[in-house]
């Protein structure tokens, strides 16, 4: 019914830069919550930024000053833009949405496919 689509990614160097986006698409009533997770070989799934339909924002305290996420409501998409990139960033980062399903009260979790970032000179 929703599908979360993302692009960018690949390998930056340490000090370095990348951009990711995610277009949420289907039978979508309504997004209240829209983020990026990543996980590390070995590490748990973790919560790095997320961002609210009026777009207040948090994030992890290690990506806090360096990372920024910005939605735009219209067109259903998230972007995060990665700076001062770091070894320990590196990992598959997944868009997540909180989304409200057309015509209908039901609201549910969806996920991207996943990119990988690797932060590595």
């Known amino acids: 019914q929703v599908q979360l689509v993302e692009s960018g990614g690949g390998l930056v160097q340490p000090g370095g830069s990348l951009g990711l986006s995610c277009r949420a698409s289907?039978?979508?009533?309504?997004?209240?919550?829209m983020g990026w997770y990543r996980q590390a070989p070995g590490k748990q799934r973790e919560l790095v930024t997320i961002?609210?339909?009026?777009?207040?924002?948090n994030y992890l305290d290690s990506v806090k000053g360096r990372f920024t996420i910005s939605r735009d409501n219209g067109k259903n998409t998230v972007s995060l833009q990665m700076n001062s990139l770091k070894p320990e960033d590196t990992a598959v980062y997944y868009c997540?949405?909180?989304?409200?399903?057309?015509?209908?009260?039901?609201?549910?979790?969806?996920w991207g496919q996943g990119t990988q970032v690797t932060v590595s000179s």
């Open positions: 961002i609210t339909n009026g777009g207040d924002a």
């Open positions: 289907g039978s979508i009533a309504w997004i209240y919550t």
């Open positions: 997540n949405a909180d989304v409200r399903v057309a015509g209908t009260l039901k609201r549910s979790e969806y």
